[in-house]
């Protein structure tokens, strides 16, 4: 089945610590996304790669970090300089400039940081 | 302004009945309109997009675009309870770019 997997669904960490949210795809779409949901918000871009080896900031790319090796993987990671990381993290994918716009979610990854 | 706006709700539509939403956005050269279906605890699901000006039917699903009014909107025909979710208007700026700006997204209840 195709799809996009992010793994954990949920994380807890302590303050202070830097944590990598994992999301992967074999739809072979170009593009992929990083967001982050609030309660009550809608969702925020923060970073993306449209090819590989290559990636954006978003709107509020300060305190996360991202890699590009695979066209199949985009990894986030989650600084200690993030000020607020407790969110609702999503991945996603789309085909690409040719092939359309639309975006597919991954299941989400809930990060607790206490 | 916002760039896209949505009523956060909650909309209350009894079953059986035509649930409205709808959704502004800001820039004129906006080229392309999504509706994603969130479930509470849950990642968005796509459900439809439109390109054009005009109505696109899925099912029981419409999208309106009117893109002079700078307005997309979301009907939903037969409105069941399992359509109770929020739902999330994107708009991409223009063609070459592929972000997203979400709205906040509408709380609809189909009321059994």
């Known amino acids: 089945d195709g799809g996009i997997t992010q793994s954990p669904k949920y994380l807890f960490r302590k303050e202070g610590q830097n944590v990598t949210l994992s999301c992967e795809q074999n739809?072979?779409?170009?593009?992929m996304y990083w967001y982050r949901q609030d309660p009550g918000q809608g969702l925020r871009l923060i970073y993306y790669?449209?090819?590989?080896?290559?990636?954006q900031k978003g709107d509020i790319a300060e305190g996360y970090s991202v890699s590009r090796e695979k066209k199949e993987s985009f990894p986030l990671t989650v600084t200690s300089a993030q000020k607020n990381p407790t969110a609702f993290y999503l991945c996603?994918?789309?085909?690409?400039?040719?092939?359309?716009?639309?975006?597919?979610f991954g299941p989400g990854t809930r990060l607790t940081v206490t | 302004q916002k760039e896209v706006e949505q009523n956060s709700g909650p909309l209350s539509v009894p079953e059986g009945a035509i649930a409205s939403l709808n959704c502004t956005y800001s820039d004129r050269g906006s080229q392309s309109f999504f509706w994603y279906r969130q479930y509470s605890g849950k990642s968005p699901e796509l459900i439809m997009f439109i390109y054009s000006n005009g109505d696109k039917e899925d099912g029981r699903f419409t999208a309106q675009l009117n893109k002079a009014s700078q307005y997309v909107s979301l009907l939903i025909r037969d409105s069941q309870p399992s359509d109770s979710a929020t739902y999330l208007c994107?708009?991409?700026?223009?063609?070459?770019?592929?972000?997203?700006?979400f709205g906040t997204g509408t709380r609809l209840t189909i009321i059994p």
């Open positions: 996603a994918s789309s085909k690409g400039l040719e092939d359309g716009y639309e975006q597919y």
């Open positions: 739809l072979n779409h170009d593009a």
């Open positions: 790669s449209q090819i590989v080896n290559d990636f």
């Open positions: 994107a708009v991409n700026a223009f063609f070459g770019n592929e972000k997203l700006t």
